[in-house]
């Protein structure tokens, strides 16, 4: 007996593209407990989810580097440091 649903199935599915009856066909099957068409699905969604989470992970990244290098820059020019300067370079030691 071949598998119910197929792959192509799986990533209309995660797409949001799938027809409503093939939907409720594929979330019926993986009430189920179909371990492999939960890893197929894991596998499908997944690329996109990292490069989201990857991207929110560089904007944080680079949010901090100038936090960080901003009071650094000033202490290493000409100008005096301020008190307020002081606290953000504490703070972010």
């Not at 990857?54 to 100008?79: C, G, H, I, N, Y």
């Amino acid at each position: 007996m071949d598998h119910p649903i197929s792959e192509d199935s799986l990533k209309r599915f995660a797409a949001g593209n799938s027809p409503r009856e093939e939907a409720r066909t594929v979330v019926a099957h993986l009430m189920k407990g179909c371990h492999e068409c939960a890893r197929v699905l894991k596998e499908i969604v997944q690329p996109e989810a990292l490069a989201c989470y990857d991207e929110a992970l560089d904007k944080f990244e680079e949010a901090l580097r100038e936090s960080v290098e901003e009071p650094v820059r000033k202490a290493s020019s000409s100008q005096p440091l301020t008190s307020g300067d002081t606290k953000e370079m504490v703070l972010w030691v």
